[in-house]
Protein backbone atom coordinates (compact mmCIF):
# COMPACT_ATOMS: atom_id res chain seq x y z
CA UNK A 1 0.00 0.00 0.00
CA UNK A 2 1.38 3.45 -0.92
CA UNK A 3 1.94 6.11 1.73
CA UNK A 4 1.00 9.41 1.52
CA UNK A 5 4.91 10.36 0.79
CA UNK A 6 4.23 8.56 -1.92
CA UNK A 7 1.11 10.13 -3.47
CA UNK A 8 2.60 13.34 -2.67
CA UNK A 9 5.28 12.44 -4.72
CA UNK A 10 3.79 11.40 -7.70
CA UNK A 11 1.10 14.53 -7.38
CA UNK A 12 4.09 16.71 -7.70
CA UNK A 13 5.59 14.70 -10.45
CA UNK A 14 2.07 15.37 -11.99
CA UNK A 15 2.04 19.16 -11.25
CA UNK A 16 5.34 19.32 -12.67
CA UNK A 17 4.46 17.51 -16.57
CA UNK A 18 0.97 19.20 -16.43
CA UNK A 19 3.23 22.21 -16.18
CA UNK A 20 5.67 21.11 -19.27
CA UNK A 21 2.48 20.28 -21.63
CA UNK A 22 0.67 23.63 -20.84
CA UNK A 23 4.16 25.52 -21.69
CA UNK A 24 4.41 23.20 -24.80
CA UNK A 25 1.00 23.86 -25.89
CA UNK A 26 1.54 27.92 -25.53
CA UNK A 27 4.98 27.80 -27.81
CA UNK A 28 2.85 25.76 -30.35
CA UNK A 29 0.32 28.39 -30.34
CA UNK A 30 2.56 31.24 -30.29
CA UNK A 31 4.44 29.64 -33.29
CA UNK A 32 1.18 29.05 -35.03
CA UNK A 33 -0.68 32.66 -34.15
CA UNK A 34 1.55 34.64 -32.29
CA UNK A 35 3.95 37.39 -33.02
CA UNK A 36 7.89 36.61 -33.96
CA UNK A 37 9.45 39.80 -32.17
CA UNK A 38 10.65 39.28 -29.12
CA UNK A 39 10.31 42.55 -27.97
CA UNK A 40 10.54 43.21 -23.84
CA UNK A 41 8.66 46.12 -21.73
CA UNK A 42 8.90 46.05 -18.33
CA UNK A 43 5.77 46.27 -16.21
CA UNK A 44 6.18 49.75 -13.94
CA UNK A 45 2.47 49.78 -12.28
CA UNK A 46 2.88 46.33 -10.95
CA UNK A 47 5.12 46.21 -7.68
CA UNK A 48 3.96 42.95 -6.67
CA UNK A 49 5.20 41.10 -9.90
CA UNK A 50 8.98 41.69 -9.43
CA UNK A 51 8.56 40.03 -5.52
CA UNK A 52 6.55 37.09 -6.69
CA UNK A 53 3.82 37.93 -3.83
CA UNK A 54 6.58 36.17 -1.40
CA UNK A 55 5.66 36.77 2.29
CA UNK A 56 7.64 39.41 4.39
CA UNK A 57 8.74 35.98 6.47
CA UNK A 58 10.42 34.21 2.95
CA UNK A 59 11.45 37.45 1.15
CA UNK A 60 14.81 36.80 3.46
CA UNK A 61 15.44 33.44 1.65
CA UNK A 62 14.82 35.23 -2.43
CA UNK A 63 16.68 37.93 -3.34
CA UNK A 64 13.63 38.73 -6.36
CA UNK A 65 13.24 41.42 -4.36
CA UNK A 66 16.14 43.17 -5.60
CA UNK A 67 14.90 43.51 -8.67
CA UNK A 68 13.21 47.07 -7.08
CA UNK A 69 16.70 48.22 -7.04
CA UNK A 70 16.86 47.90 -10.85
CA UNK A 71 15.15 50.17 -13.19
CA UNK A 72 15.32 52.28 -16.49
CA UNK A 73 16.51 55.28 -17.19
CA UNK A 74 14.59 56.80 -20.03
CA UNK A 75 16.92 59.60 -21.80
CA UNK A 76 14.71 61.98 -23.80
CA UNK A 77 15.95 64.91 -25.73
CA UNK A 78 13.03 68.23 -25.40
CA UNK A 79 12.60 70.02 -28.54
CA UNK A 80 12.93 73.60 -28.05
CA UNK A 81 12.57 74.74 -32.22
CA UNK A 82 10.09 73.87 -33.88
CA UNK A 83 11.69 71.66 -37.05
CA UNK A 84 11.53 72.47 -40.80
CA UNK A 85 9.32 69.89 -42.74
CA UNK A 86 11.67 68.48 -45.02
CA UNK A 87 9.37 68.22 -48.08
CA UNK A 88 8.96 65.61 -50.63
CA UNK A 89 11.79 63.22 -50.89
CA UNK A 90 14.42 65.09 -52.86
CA UNK A 91 15.02 62.36 -56.25
CA UNK A 92 18.88 61.33 -56.95
CA UNK A 93 20.47 62.95 -59.15
CA UNK A 94 22.14 60.27 -61.30
CA UNK A 95 18.45 59.19 -62.16
CA UNK A 96 17.79 59.77 -66.32
CA UNK A 97 15.58 63.37 -66.17
CA UNK A 98 12.78 63.22 -69.57
CA UNK A 99 11.61 66.39 -69.43
CA UNK A 100 8.17 67.69 -70.37
CA UNK A 101 7.66 70.93 -71.10
CA UNK A 102 3.56 72.86 -70.15
CA UNK A 103 2.93 75.79 -72.04
CA UNK A 104 -0.18 77.64 -70.98
CA UNK A 105 -3.23 77.69 -72.66
CA UNK A 106 -3.63 81.58 -72.88
CA UNK A 107 -2.05 83.97 -75.60
CA UNK A 108 1.76 84.41 -74.65
CA UNK A 109 2.72 86.31 -77.95
CA UNK A 110 3.43 89.72 -76.24
CA UNK A 111 4.58 88.05 -72.64
CA UNK A 112 8.29 88.09 -71.16
CA UNK A 113 9.18 84.62 -69.66
CA UNK A 114 9.96 84.69 -65.89
CA UNK A 115 10.32 81.64 -64.59
CA UNK A 116 9.64 77.87 -64.28
CA UNK A 117 7.33 75.57 -61.78
CA UNK A 118 9.13 72.49 -61.92
CA UNK A 119 7.71 69.27 -60.42
CA UNK A 120 9.67 65.37 -60.48
CA UNK A 121 7.74 62.95 -60.80
CA UNK A 122 9.07 59.09 -60.53
CA UNK A 123 8.02 56.70 -62.65
CA UNK A 124 8.87 53.58 -63.86
CA UNK A 125 9.21 51.19 -67.08
CA UNK A 126 9.95 47.77 -66.96
CA UNK A 127 13.31 46.61 -67.64
CA UNK A 128 14.28 45.68 -70.87
CA UNK A 129 15.40 43.03 -73.21
CA UNK A 130 17.29 43.96 -76.16
CA UNK A 131 19.61 42.16 -78.61
CA UNK A 132 23.73 42.46 -78.54
CA UNK A 133 24.08 42.10 -82.37
CA UNK A 134 28.19 41.45 -82.68
CA UNK A 135 29.76 42.08 -86.26
CA UNK A 136 33.01 40.88 -87.01
CA UNK A 137 34.59 42.32 -89.97
CA UNK A 138 36.28 39.29 -92.33
CA UNK A 139 39.20 40.41 -94.80
CA UNK A 140 40.80 38.36 -97.93
CA UNK A 141 43.68 38.93 -97.80
CA UNK A 142 45.80 39.41 -101.65
CA UNK A 143 46.78 36.73 -103.44
CA UNK A 144 44.31 34.54 -101.97
CA UNK A 145 46.76 34.07 -98.53
CA UNK A 146 43.67 33.51 -96.44
CA UNK A 147 41.27 35.29 -94.33
CA UNK A 148 41.44 38.17 -91.58
CA UNK A 149 38.40 38.29 -88.75
CA UNK A 150 38.20 40.29 -85.79
CA UNK A 151 38.64 38.15 -82.75
CA UNK A 152 35.58 37.13 -80.90
CA UNK A 153 35.04 39.20 -77.81
CA UNK A 154 34.94 37.16 -74.32
CA UNK A 155 32.07 35.92 -72.81
CA UNK A 156 30.38 34.80 -69.63
CA UNK A 157 29.31 31.70 -71.50
CA UNK A 158 30.05 31.24 -74.99
CA UNK A 159 27.65 28.81 -76.47
CA UNK A 160 24.85 30.18 -74.31
CA UNK A 161 22.53 33.23 -75.95
CA UNK A 162 22.54 35.08 -72.59
CA UNK A 163 24.78 38.15 -71.44
CA UNK A 164 26.48 39.22 -68.89
CA UNK A 165 23.43 41.65 -67.90
CA UNK A 166 20.98 38.95 -68.21
CA UNK A 167 22.73 36.16 -66.90
CA UNK A 168 22.99 38.70 -63.51
CA UNK A 169 19.66 39.31 -63.36
CA UNK A 170 18.04 36.07 -63.46
CA UNK A 171 20.79 34.84 -60.67
CA UNK A 172 19.47 38.40 -58.68
CA UNK A 173 15.90 37.44 -58.96
CA UNK A 174 16.24 34.47 -57.77
CA UNK A 175 19.09 34.74 -54.75
CA UNK A 176 18.30 38.06 -54.16
CA UNK A 177 14.61 39.15 -54.46
CA UNK A 178 13.46 35.28 -54.05
CA UNK A 179 11.52 34.52 -57.87
CA UNK A 180 11.78 31.03 -58.61
CA UNK A 181 13.18 30.30 -62.24
CA UNK A 182 9.51 29.17 -63.37
CA UNK A 183 8.26 32.19 -62.62
CA UNK A 184 10.66 34.24 -64.52
CA UNK A 185 10.07 31.86 -67.31
CA UNK A 186 6.46 33.51 -67.20
CA UNK A 187 7.70 36.71 -66.99
CA UNK A 188 9.98 36.34 -70.43
CA UNK A 189 6.91 35.32 -72.06
CA UNK A 190 5.23 38.59 -71.28
CA UNK A 191 8.11 39.99 -73.24
CA UNK A 192 7.90 37.78 -75.78
CA UNK A 193 10.62 35.96 -75.35
CA UNK A 194 10.04 31.74 -74.76
CA UNK A 195 12.95 30.96 -72.67
CA UNK A 196 12.96 27.13 -71.26
CA UNK A 197 13.02 26.51 -67.48
CA UNK A 198 15.96 23.90 -68.44
CA UNK A 199 17.59 26.53 -70.29
CA UNK A 200 17.52 29.00 -66.99
CA UNK A 201 18.68 26.05 -64.48
CA UNK A 202 21.68 25.42 -67.20
CA UNK A 203 22.61 29.30 -67.69
CA UNK A 204 22.28 29.45 -63.81
CA UNK A 205 24.80 26.12 -63.23
CA UNK A 206 27.19 27.40 -66.05
CA UNK A 207 27.07 30.99 -63.81
CA UNK A 208 28.26 29.10 -60.83
CA UNK A 209 31.33 27.05 -62.83
CA UNK A 210 32.53 30.14 -63.68
CA UNK A 211 32.08 32.01 -60.29
CA UNK A 212 33.91 29.20 -58.40
CA UNK A 213 37.50 30.30 -58.04
CA UNK A 214 35.56 33.00 -56.33
CA UNK A 215 34.10 31.06 -53.96
CA UNK A 216 36.85 29.18 -53.17
CA UNK A 217 38.70 31.89 -52.52
CA UNK A 218 36.39 33.33 -49.94
CA UNK A 219 36.32 29.78 -48.27
CA UNK A 220 40.16 30.49 -48.06
CA UNK A 221 39.83 33.95 -46.27
CA UNK A 222 36.71 32.84 -44.21
CA UNK A 223 39.01 29.99 -42.67
CA UNK A 224 42.00 32.62 -42.45
CA UNK A 225 39.61 34.40 -39.77
CA UNK A 226 40.73 34.44 -35.84
CA UNK A 227 36.83 35.12 -34.82
CA UNK A 228 33.55 33.30 -36.91
CA UNK A 229 30.00 32.78 -36.29
CA UNK A 230 28.36 29.31 -37.10
CA UNK A 231 25.02 28.53 -37.35
CA UNK A 232 22.99 26.08 -40.08
CA UNK A 233 19.80 26.56 -41.57
CA UNK A 234 17.76 23.48 -43.52
CA UNK A 235 16.61 23.17 -46.92
CA UNK A 236 14.67 20.74 -48.77
CA UNK A 237 16.10 18.69 -51.59
CA UNK A 238 14.78 16.78 -54.40
CA UNK A 239 17.26 13.56 -53.96
CA UNK A 240 16.35 10.98 -57.06
CA UNK A 241 16.61 7.90 -54.21
CA UNK A 242 13.51 9.53 -52.41
CA UNK A 243 10.65 8.76 -54.07
CA UNK A 244 7.40 11.49 -53.60
CA UNK A 245 9.53 13.26 -50.89
CA UNK A 246 12.32 16.02 -50.21
CA UNK A 247 15.43 15.11 -48.10
CA UNK A 248 16.47 17.35 -45.19
CA UNK A 249 19.72 18.98 -46.37
CA UNK A 250 21.74 21.94 -44.21
CA UNK A 251 23.57 25.11 -45.38
CA UNK A 252 26.44 25.55 -42.85
CA UNK A 253 27.36 29.05 -42.63
CA UNK A 254 29.94 30.78 -41.24
CA UNK A 255 30.19 34.62 -40.64
CA UNK A 256 33.53 37.16 -40.38
CA UNK A 257 31.53 39.76 -38.49
CA UNK A 258 34.73 41.90 -38.28
CA UNK A 259 35.85 42.05 -41.59
CA UNK A 260 32.34 41.74 -43.66
CA UNK A 261 32.69 38.06 -44.87
CA UNK A 262 29.82 35.09 -44.99
CA UNK A 263 29.93 31.62 -46.69
CA UNK A 264 27.36 29.14 -46.95
CA UNK A 265 28.40 25.20 -47.42
CA UNK A 266 25.98 22.98 -48.26
CA UNK A 267 26.09 19.66 -46.45
CA UNK A 268 23.09 16.31 -47.04
CA UNK A 269 22.68 16.47 -43.20
CA UNK A 270 23.26 18.34 -39.53
CA UNK A 271 25.76 15.82 -37.76
CA UNK A 272 29.52 16.87 -36.49
CA UNK A 273 31.50 15.85 -39.78
CA UNK A 274 30.20 19.23 -41.51
CA UNK A 275 31.86 22.17 -39.20
CA UNK A 276 34.98 19.30 -37.99
CA UNK A 277 36.16 19.11 -42.12
CA UNK A 278 35.35 22.71 -42.45
CA UNK A 279 36.98 24.06 -39.53
CA UNK A 280 40.06 21.61 -38.39
CA UNK A 281 42.66 24.34 -39.14
CA UNK A 282 40.35 26.88 -37.70
CA UNK A 283 42.09 29.04 -34.57
CA UNK A 284 40.45 31.68 -33.26
CA UNK A 285 37.21 32.53 -31.50
CA UNK A 286 34.00 31.12 -32.22
CA UNK A 287 30.43 31.72 -31.76
CA UNK A 288 27.17 29.21 -31.81
CA UNK A 289 23.79 28.79 -30.29
CA UNK A 290 23.33 26.31 -27.66
CA UNK A 291 23.20 23.19 -30.17
CA UNK A 292 25.24 20.71 -28.48
CA UNK A 293 27.00 19.48 -31.70
CA UNK A 294 29.41 22.37 -31.19
CA UNK A 295 30.89 21.32 -27.52
CA UNK A 296 32.76 19.13 -29.54
CA UNK A 297 34.97 22.51 -30.67
CA UNK A 298 35.48 23.11 -26.95
CA UNK A 299 38.17 20.57 -26.64
CA UNK A 300 39.64 21.37 -29.15
CA UNK A 301 43.56 23.94 -27.39
CA UNK A 302 42.96 26.35 -30.42
CA UNK A 303 39.69 27.28 -30.70
CA UNK A 304 37.32 29.27 -28.40
CA UNK A 305 33.44 28.62 -27.99
CA UNK A 306 31.37 31.48 -26.75
CA UNK A 307 28.01 31.22 -26.91
CA UNK A 308 24.96 33.84 -27.73
CA UNK A 309 23.03 35.86 -25.45
CA UNK A 310 19.84 36.30 -27.91
CA UNK A 311 19.08 32.73 -27.38
CA UNK A 312 19.26 32.77 -23.71
CA UNK A 313 16.99 35.95 -23.46
CA UNK A 314 14.60 33.63 -26.10
CA UNK A 315 14.19 31.03 -23.40
CA UNK A 316 13.01 33.40 -20.49
CA UNK A 317 10.48 34.95 -23.44
CA UNK A 318 9.30 31.60 -23.79
CA UNK A 319 8.77 31.30 -20.37
CA UNK A 320 6.86 34.33 -19.68
CA UNK A 321 3.28 32.50 -19.71
CA UNK A 322 4.72 29.91 -16.98
CA UNK A 323 6.12 32.34 -14.68
CA UNK A 324 5.71 35.63 -15.91
CA UNK A 325 8.03 37.46 -12.73
CA UNK A 326 10.85 35.38 -12.93
CA UNK A 327 10.74 36.06 -16.83
CA UNK A 328 10.44 39.63 -16.46
CA UNK A 329 13.40 39.90 -14.26
CA UNK A 330 15.78 37.67 -16.38
CA UNK A 331 14.62 39.84 -19.44
CA UNK A 332 15.46 42.96 -17.62
CA UNK A 333 18.61 42.55 -17.45
CA UNK A 334 19.25 40.96 -20.61
CA UNK A 335 18.13 44.92 -21.16
CA UNK A 336 20.22 46.39 -19.56
CA UNK A 337 23.21 44.26 -21.08
CA UNK A 338 21.90 45.46 -24.34
CA UNK A 339 21.95 48.81 -23.04
CA UNK A 340 25.37 48.75 -23.15
CA UNK A 341 26.12 47.38 -26.35
CA UNK A 342 23.75 49.91 -28.05
CA UNK A 343 25.71 52.83 -26.27
CA UNK A 344 29.02 51.44 -27.67
CA UNK A 345 27.27 50.83 -30.83
CA UNK A 346 25.79 54.72 -30.80
CA UNK A 347 29.42 56.19 -29.96
CA UNK A 348 31.46 54.05 -32.23
CA UNK A 349 33.54 53.05 -29.70
CA UNK A 350 36.65 50.85 -30.61
CA UNK A 351 37.42 47.51 -29.08
CA UNK A 352 39.49 48.64 -26.04
CA UNK A 353 37.18 51.27 -24.82
CA UNK A 354 34.25 48.60 -25.42
CA UNK A 355 35.96 46.17 -23.58
CA UNK A 356 36.33 48.74 -20.52
CA UNK A 357 32.77 49.92 -20.95
CA UNK A 358 31.89 45.93 -20.79
CA UNK A 359 33.56 45.50 -17.97
CA UNK A 360 32.41 48.17 -15.56
CA UNK A 361 28.84 47.97 -16.83
CA UNK A 362 27.92 44.54 -17.79
CA UNK A 363 29.89 42.37 -15.81
CA UNK A 364 28.34 43.35 -12.25
CA UNK A 365 24.88 42.56 -13.90
CA UNK A 366 26.24 39.03 -15.41
CA UNK A 367 27.99 38.42 -11.67
CA UNK A 368 24.36 39.92 -10.01
CA UNK A 369 22.28 37.72 -12.82
CA UNK A 370 23.96 34.86 -12.26
CA UNK A 371 23.77 34.51 -8.25
CA UNK A 372 20.31 35.39 -8.67
CA UNK A 373 19.55 32.21 -11.22
CA UNK A 374 21.40 30.14 -9.00
CA UNK A 375 19.06 30.80 -6.11
CA UNK A 376 15.97 30.62 -8.25
CA UNK A 377 16.72 27.09 -9.98
CA UNK A 378 16.27 25.30 -6.91
CA UNK A 379 12.99 26.59 -6.31
CA UNK A 380 10.92 26.40 -9.81
CA UNK A 381 9.55 23.08 -10.92
CA UNK A 382 12.28 20.73 -12.55
CA UNK A 383 10.36 20.35 -15.80
CA UNK A 384 9.09 24.34 -16.31
CA UNK A 385 9.98 26.39 -18.98
CA UNK A 386 11.33 28.46 -16.50
CA UNK A 387 13.80 25.90 -14.48
CA UNK A 388 14.63 25.01 -18.52
CA UNK A 389 15.64 28.73 -19.55
CA UNK A 390 17.61 28.93 -15.71
CA UNK A 391 19.54 25.38 -16.77
CA UNK A 392 20.50 26.85 -19.93
CA UNK A 393 21.72 30.10 -19.30
CA UNK A 394 23.62 28.03 -15.70
CA UNK A 395 25.01 25.22 -17.89
CA UNK A 396 26.41 27.57 -20.58
CA UNK A 397 27.14 30.63 -18.58
CA UNK A 398 31.56 30.64 -19.01
CA UNK A 399 30.85 30.94 -22.56
CA UNK A 400 28.25 33.52 -22.13
CA UNK A 401 30.32 35.99 -20.14
CA UNK A 402 32.96 35.14 -22.54
CA UNK A 403 32.33 38.08 -24.81
CA UNK A 404 33.16 40.74 -21.91
CA UNK A 405 36.71 39.55 -22.83
CA UNK A 406 37.57 41.19 -26.02
CA UNK A 407 35.93 44.51 -27.30
CA UNK A 408 35.66 42.64 -31.13
CA UNK A 409 33.08 39.36 -29.98
CA UNK A 410 29.59 40.14 -30.19
CA UNK A 411 27.23 39.75 -27.78
CA UNK A 412 24.71 37.16 -29.60
CA UNK A 413 25.25 35.40 -32.81
CA UNK A 414 22.69 37.65 -34.96
CA UNK A 415 25.23 38.49 -37.45
CA UNK A 416 25.13 35.27 -38.92
CA UNK A 417 21.63 35.03 -38.63
CA UNK A 418 20.74 38.11 -40.07
CA UNK A 419 22.77 36.30 -43.23
CA UNK A 420 20.46 33.48 -43.05
CA UNK A 421 17.43 35.16 -43.22
CA UNK A 422 17.26 36.05 -47.03
CA UNK A 423 17.41 31.57 -47.19
CA UNK A 424 14.56 31.57 -45.02
CA UNK A 425 12.59 34.00 -47.43
CA UNK A 426 13.92 32.44 -50.72
CA UNK A 427 12.73 28.58 -49.46
CA UNK A 428 9.38 29.86 -49.19
CA UNK A 429 9.17 30.59 -52.86
CA UNK A 430 11.04 28.40 -54.80
CA UNK A 431 10.21 25.49 -51.83
CA UNK A 432 13.38 23.04 -52.32
CA UNK A 433 16.54 22.59 -54.43
CA UNK A 434 16.28 20.48 -57.34
CA UNK A 435 19.10 18.09 -56.41
CA UNK A 436 22.16 18.29 -54.05
CA UNK A 437 24.40 19.77 -56.56
CA UNK A 438 21.32 22.44 -56.92
CA UNK A 439 21.84 23.11 -53.50
CA UNK A 440 25.50 23.06 -53.29
CA UNK A 441 25.38 26.31 -56.25
CA UNK A 442 22.79 28.10 -53.99
CA UNK A 443 25.13 27.92 -51.06
CA UNK A 444 28.14 29.68 -53.67
CA UNK A 445 25.77 32.09 -54.66
CA UNK A 446 24.14 33.14 -51.17
CA UNK A 447 27.88 33.26 -50.06
CA UNK A 448 29.16 36.41 -52.23
CA UNK A 449 25.88 37.80 -52.75
CA UNK A 450 25.71 38.16 -48.91
CA UNK A 451 29.32 39.44 -48.53
CA UNK A 452 28.02 41.90 -50.81
CA UNK A 453 24.96 43.04 -48.93
CA UNK A 454 27.35 43.13 -45.76
CA UNK A 455 29.75 46.16 -48.20
CA UNK A 456 26.45 47.72 -48.95
CA UNK A 457 27.49 46.40 -53.18
CA UNK A 458 24.57 46.43 -55.44
CA UNK A 459 24.78 42.77 -56.31
CA UNK A 460 23.89 42.92 -60.11
CA UNK A 461 25.99 45.69 -61.27
CA UNK A 462 29.11 43.48 -59.10
CA UNK A 463 27.91 40.01 -60.68
CA UNK A 464 27.43 41.77 -64.11
CA UNK A 465 30.88 43.28 -63.78
CA UNK A 466 32.64 40.04 -62.83
CA UNK A 467 30.70 38.20 -65.31
CA UNK A 468 32.43 39.96 -68.24
CA UNK A 469 36.03 40.02 -66.22
CA UNK A 470 36.29 36.51 -65.32
CA UNK A 471 37.00 34.64 -68.75
CA UNK A 472 39.97 36.70 -69.36
CA UNK A 473 41.07 37.65 -65.85
CA UNK A 474 44.37 35.79 -64.10
CA UNK A 475 43.54 33.16 -61.61
CA UNK A 476 46.91 34.77 -59.01
CA UNK A 477 44.72 37.98 -58.71
CA UNK A 478 41.09 36.04 -58.39
CA UNK A 479 41.16 37.93 -54.48
CA UNK A 480 40.67 41.27 -56.51
CA UNK A 481 36.70 40.40 -57.69
CA UNK A 482 35.96 39.46 -54.12
CA UNK A 483 33.04 41.97 -53.06
CA UNK A 484 35.17 43.29 -50.43
CA UNK A 485 37.99 44.08 -52.46
CA UNK A 486 36.07 44.83 -55.89
CA UNK A 487 36.32 48.04 -57.59
CA UNK A 488 34.22 48.98 -60.95
CA UNK A 489 35.88 49.30 -64.33
Same mark, same amino acid.
Given at each position: ?????????????????????????????????????????????????????????????????????????????????????? &??????????????????????????????????????????????????????????????????????????????????????????????????????????????????????? &???????????????????????????????????????????????????????????????????????????????????????????????????????????????????????????????????????????????????????????????????????????????????????????????????????????????????????????????????????????????????? &????????????????????????????????????????
Amino acid at each position: MQSTEDYKIKYEEALGEIALLKAELQQLRKMIFGSKHERFIASENNPSQLTLNIQAEQRAECNIVDAKKISYTKITTEVTENKAHP &GRMKLPEHLERREKIIEPAEDITHCKKIGEEITEELEYEPGKLYVNKIIRSKYAKPNNEGIITAPMIERPLPKAIAGAGLLAQIVIDKYVDHLPLYRQTERFKREGIQIPYSTLTDWVS &GTCKLITPLYDALKTLILQSNYLHVDESPIKVLDKDKKGETHRGYFWVYHNSTEGMVFFEYRPGRGREGPEEMLKNFKGYLQTDGYPLYDFFKQKEDITVLHCMAHARRMFYDALENDKARAEYALQQFALLYNTERKAKQEALDETTIMKLRQTQAVPVLQAFEKWMKEQYIQVPPKSAIAKALQYCLGRWNELMLYTSDGKLNIDNNPVENSIRPVAIGRKNYLFAGSHEAAARSAMLYSLL &GTCKLHQINPFIWLRDILQRLPSHPINKINELLPQNWSPL
